[in-house]
């Protein structure tokens, strides 16, 4: 599978934050799915993967894992940080978002599981 790389300051927003989008609203609704979570999930992994510890973007996306291990999924507590994760990866380079991308996607191919990922990956 070829990996593409859009020309720096243009996003594919399909693959990077409508996803993301879709299954907020997707939350508390009748066709709401795994794969949605893995969606909102694979935002805060990879803007963890970008970021060091300390900084603003980790902490929102550290928060956001922990708001999509719990049940039921509080749709107002993860609206502001999926904002704030989709407005910051926006900003960041194609360069960096596509190798935090391959990054993440190795680090579960390599455990041989579709398994939702955890925080662990970051």
Known sequence: MATHI???GIKNRMKTELPALIALEAIGQAW?????RFDLMSIALVAQLMTTQENQIHVASSSLIALLEA???DTEEIRPLVMLINEWLQ???NCRVQAAIVKLSARIKSEGTNKLPTKKYA
Do not use: G, V, W
Not at 32 to 36: I, P, R, T
């Open 6 to 8: 859009l020309p720096l």
């Open 91 to 93: 900003r960041q380079p």
């Open 32 to 36: 709401f799915c795994e794969s949605h």
């Open 71 to 73: 049940l039921p999924l």
